[in-house]
């Protein structure tokens, strides 16, 4: 516990998104926006967090509401409780602040104020913000960074010992502001008392007749109380997203963040670039990773693999010594030394057990494939078990539905199944059974049935 509690404002329309999502359920390297600021803020131990809502307020609370039980159910619980408060008219950004007043008015400590679109912020920046405030005593810190091209942000006007004396927004700045480029990112750590006295001199007289948040900081210089810029050296971590073209840029600047730190971590990828790995993707030491690979939601691979050219794998595990290319692998676990592709397609609640191997247009789907049996060409297996060293026909397949229901195909230990057999569930292939090509195999199929 930081004695800290955090702010995110995310009550805004997001016009500019033209959508009928709110613009902090959009996704940003597989993951909601408020997702990742609710995750860098929550490492920070607050005490409480709460998500100012406006636009679409039910359905970005209920959104919060899931996650936060999905990760109960994960055993991955947050430590702090989020709550949402709804502004219920837009009248700027610190009306939106002044809508958490009430819970804190016995609150002394740190008020982290930050917003629901900036996905690439990092816990590490935040803190950093909190820990000048308190080591330097001073009423606030800001986040502030510099853009070559300001436009459209609040700008930094600093005092000369180099406190900031105010932030001018764009619309209110006079010919010498405007060409300042230090801008505000829009994140802040407040001393709370302070900052609850401040919010209640805020008023609107001006360009967007709004309560601006950032007139606290002018207010702070009027009762002598210093705040402090916190530079944030890279400016691509504090980029605000409000269109599908800024989406599209921390998307690259967040993938290729994630994929940095997965080479840190001992593992080649060939051209990240052209490689698609999401934020909880995890990825043992020395496997590599070919081109137009995409590693989405919850994966885990095991060391040693060899992962694409084109691979596409949603949450999945897949064991060591693995090697998929050219294949698509769902909701699916693969065992050590497991390969699949090219072309195939392992789809959800398949295990395909250590040395398997699936070939070329081979489709699974919710089977498991026994260890060392081979599904090696233009195959399609549902809802099949097949014990340990089967060995499938080019050209086989499971007629597992009959129109109305589902059957299954159970295939015992060291079965050798022919080319083209079809297997008319429910069926079920006793031990060492082995069979030429051609056969059509239903009910019970016995060893000394040749
Ligand atoms: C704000 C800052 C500006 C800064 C910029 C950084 C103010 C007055 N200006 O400007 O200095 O450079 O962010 O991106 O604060 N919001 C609410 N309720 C409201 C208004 C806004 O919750 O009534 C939320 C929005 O959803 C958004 C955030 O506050 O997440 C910022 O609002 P926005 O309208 O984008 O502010 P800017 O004009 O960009
Ligand atoms: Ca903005």
Same mark, same amino acid.
Request: hydrophobic content about 35%.
């Given at each position: 516990?930081?004695?800290?509690?955090?702010?995110?404002?995310?009550?805004?329309?997001?016009?500019?998104?033209?959508?009928?999502?709110?613009?902090?359920?959009?996704?940003?390297?597989?993951?909601?926006?408020?997702?990742?600021?609710?995750?860098?803020?929550?490492?920070?131990?607050?005490? $409480?967090?709460?998500?100012?809502?406006?636009?679409?307020?039910?359905?970005?609370?209920?959104?919060?509401?899931?996650?936060?039980?999905?990760?109960?159910?994960?055993?991955?619980?947050?430590?702090?409780?989020?709550?949402?408060?709804?502004?219920?008219?837009?009248?700027?950004?610190?009306?939106?602040?002044?809508?958490?007043?009430?819970?804190?008015?016995?609150?002394?400590?740190?008020?982290?104020?930050?917003?629901?679109?900036?996905?690439?912020?990092?816990?590490?920046?935040?803190?950093?913000?909190?820990?000048?405030?308190?080591?330097?005593?001073?009423?606030?810190?800001?986040?502030?960074?510099?853009?070559?091209?300001? %436009?459209?942000?609040? %700008?930094?006007?600093?005092? %000369?010992?180099?406190?900031?004396?105010?932030? &001018?927004?764009?619309?209110?700045?006079?010919?010498?502001?405007?060409?300042?480029?230090?801008?505000?990112?829009?994140?802040?750590?407040?001393?709370?008392?302070?900052?609850?006295?401040?919010?209640?001199?805020? +008023?609107?007289?001006?360009?967007?007749?709004?309560?601006?948040?950032?007139?606290?900081?002018? /207010?702070?210089?009027?009762?002598?109380?210093?705040?402090?810029? #916190?530079?944030?050296?890279?400016?691509?971590?504090?980029?605000?997203?409000?269109?599908? #073209?800024?989406?599209?840029?921390?998307?690259?600047?967040?993938?290729?963040? /994630?994929?940095?730190?997965?080479?840190?971590?001992?593992?080649? /990828?060939?051209?990240?670039?052209?490689?698609?790995?999401?934020?909880?993707?995890?990825?043992?030491?020395?496997?590599?990773?070919?081109?137009?690979?995409?590693?989405?939601? $919850?994966?885990?691979?095991?060391?040693?693999?060899?992962?694409?050219?084109?691979?596409?794998?949603?949450?999945? #595990?897949?064991?060591?010594?693995?090697?998929?290319?050219?294949?698509?692998?769902?909701?699916?676990?693969?065992?050590?030394?497991?390969? &699949?592709?090219?072309?195939?397609?392992?789809?959800?609640?398949?295990?395909?057990?250590?040395?398997?191997?699936?070939?070329?247009?081979?489709?699974?789907?919710?089977?498991?494939?026994?260890?060392?049996?081979?599904?090696?060409?233009?195959?399609?297996?549902?809802?099949?078990?097949? +014990?340990?060293?089967?060995?499938?026909?080019? +050209?086989?397949?499971? &007629?597992?539905?009959?129109?109305?229901?589902?059957?299954?195909?159970?295939?015992?230990?060291?079965?050798?199944?022919?080319?083209?057999?079809?297997?008319?569930?429910? #069926?079920?292939?006793?031990?060492?059974?082995? %069979?030429?090509?051609?056969?059509?195999?239903?009910?019970?199929? $016995?060893?000394?049935?040749?």
């Amino acid at each position: 516990m930081k004695n800290l509690i955090a702010i995110i404002l995310a009550a805004g329309q997001g016009t500019r998104m033209h959508s009928n999502l709110p613009k902090v359920l959009h996704r940003v390297a597989g993951q909601p926006m408020i997702d990742h600021c609710l995750e860098s803020i929550d490492s920070l131990k607050p005490d $409480k967090i709460f998500v100012v809502t406006g636009h679409m307020a039910a359905e970005v609370q209920q959104h919060i509401e899931a996650r936060h039980a999905a990760l109960v159910a994960a055993g991955e619980a947050p430590y702090s409780e989020v709550q949402c408060v709804e502004q219920t008219e837009r009248l700027g950004t610190g009306h939106a602040v002044k809508q958490v007043v009430p819970f804190l008015k016995n609150f002394q400590g740190n008020v982290l104020v930050t917003v629901g679109d900036a996905p690439l912020l990092r816990t590490e920046t935040l803190d950093e913000l909190i820990r000048r405030r308190k080591a330097h005593s001073v009423a606030a810190t800001v986040l502030t960074t510099n853009l070559e091209c300001p %436009r459209g942000y609040g %700008r930094i006007v600093r005092n %000369r010992d180099g406190t900031v004396r105010k932030i &001018v927004e764009e619309k209110d700045t006079n010919v010498y502001e405007e060409e300042i480029k230090e801008i505000n990112t829009g994140i802040y750590c407040f001393d709370c008392q302070k900052m609850l006295e401040a919010l209640e001199k805020i +008023g609107t007289e001006n360009a967007q007749n709004e309560y601006y948040l950032t007139d606290v900081v002018e /207010i702070f210089n009027n009762m002598k109380l210093e705040v402090e810029p #916190v530079v944030a050296s890279d400016n691509t971590e504090t980029i605000g997203i409000n269109s599908r #073209v800024e989406l599209a840029q921390a998307e690259s600047y967040l993938r290729s963040r /994630i994929a940095r730190s997965i080479m840190e971590q001992g593992v080649t /990828i060939i051209d990240p670039s052209n490689t698609y790995i999401d934020k909880q993707v995890k990825i043992g030491g020395d496997c590599i990773i070919h081109p137009f690979s995409i590693m989405q939601g $919850k994966v885990e691979i095991g060391p040693n693999s060899v992962i694409g050219p084109h691979a596409h794998i949603r949450d999945s #595990v897949i064991g060591k010594n693995g090697h998929l290319r050219f294949c698509s692998v769902e909701e699916a676990v693969l065992e050590d030394r497991v390969s &699949v592709g090219p072309y195939a397609s392992v789809r959800p609640r398949s295990v395909i057990k250590s040395d398997a191997r699936i070939g070329t247009f081979v489709e699974v789907t919710r089977s498991t494939i026994g260890p060392r049996s081979d599904v090696l060409h233009a195959c399609y297996l549902g809802d099949a078990t097949l +014990g340990t060293d089967v060995s499938v026909g080019a +050209g086989s397949i499971t &007629v597992n539905f009959d129109g109305k229901d589902k059957h299954n195909t159970i295939i015992g230990n060291n079965v050798f199944l022919g080319s083209n057999t079809v297997l008319v569930a429910p #069926v079920n292939i006793e031990n060492n059974t082995h %069979r030429t090509h051609n056969a059509v195999l239903k009910g019970d199929v $016995k060893t000394d049935d040749n």
